[in-house]
């Protein structure tokens, strides 16, 4: 089921076609996405420029030719929702091409770079899992591209959420729009998957200084850009929710500013 016509120019809809799919945006100077939707045996080139990428496999397997490097077996989860990610970095100045060995999905997510260093793979085994939030806000974080765990990146950085049913996620709200105090400056955009194709979760994004106050329903295959302003997302109840959450701003160190009108939630973690 297709997510609804949105106004907001930070709320989008995926094309679903095959190969290579950009998206759509103008909200962030930084952050650009597309997605791969390949069937077996079908190939896509591109060229990074003066950008880097990080391709993360979805579901599906694929080879990853970057360059002189290949990567021959990239992916085998059947879905976000059964596995640890397997991901590729492509740095700047690089051609790439994806062949899929199964029909395939990917998520490329890039940003501008400075850096010159050979591509790598990030294998499941070498993501960071964990808990954030307790109770009602408890979700559980993959993080693949995110410092420091030694691996070079200019100013991507990658992780995964999975929401449990009726839960929340990015609770309490937080923003990271300028450098002041602990909060560092970053944009961020959000990829939705949904456990099953009429599921739906909530996702609420505003920003009393700039004057929006937008919710949005998430379907499967939307995407929310966060170029300034507090963000959140509820998973409806009996259904799980994912999202690929990808930074560029000043730096890799991250730094937020939670809403302080429900911040004191974050206290009670410790408690509990």
């Known amino acids: 089921m297709s997510a609804p016509a949105t106004s907001s120019p930070h709320f989008h809809t995926l094309s679903g076609g095959e190969g290579l799919q950009p998206l759509q945006d103008d909200s962030c100077e930084l952050l650009d996405f597309a997605k791969l939707n390949l069937t077996a045996g079908q190939s896509v080139s591109g060229e990074s420029g003066d950008r880097e990428h990080l391709l993360v496999a979805l579901s599906g397997r694929a080879r990853v030719q970057v360059g002189d490097h290949t990567f021959e077996s990239v992916g085998g989860r059947a879905s976000v929702f059964a596995g640890l990610p397997h991901s590729v970095y492509i740095p700047r100045g690089h051609t790439w091409t994806v062949t899929a060995f199964t029909d395939f999905q990917g998520a490329l997510p890039s940003a501008p770079s400075d850096l010159d260093t050979a591509p790598y793979e990030i294998r499941p085994e070498q993501v960071n899992t964990g808990q954030w939030g307790t109770l009602n806000y408890a979700r559980q974080f993959r993080e693949i591209l995110v410092a420091p765990n030694g691996l070079p990146a200019s100013r991507l950085i990658v992780g995964e959420t999975l929401t449990p049913s009726g839960h929340w996620s990015t609770y309490p709200p937080h923003r990271h729009e300028e450098n002041a105090g602990s909060e560092k400056f970053h944009e961020e955009m959000y990829y939705f998957r949904v456990s099953s194709p009429e599921g739906w979760g909530l996702t609420r994004h505003y920003s ?42 000043d730096g890799r160190a991250q730094g937020v500013k939670l809403d302080p009108d429900v911040g004191w939630v974050q206290k009670t973690v410790g408690m509990l």
């Open 208 to 249: 009393p200084e700039r004057g929006y106050d937008d919710t949005h329903t998430v379907r499967d295959d939307t995407l929310l850009a966060i170029p300034h302003g507090y963000h959140t997302y509820v998973s409806a109840p009996g259904y799980a929710g994912y999202y690929l959450w990808f930074l560029a701003g």
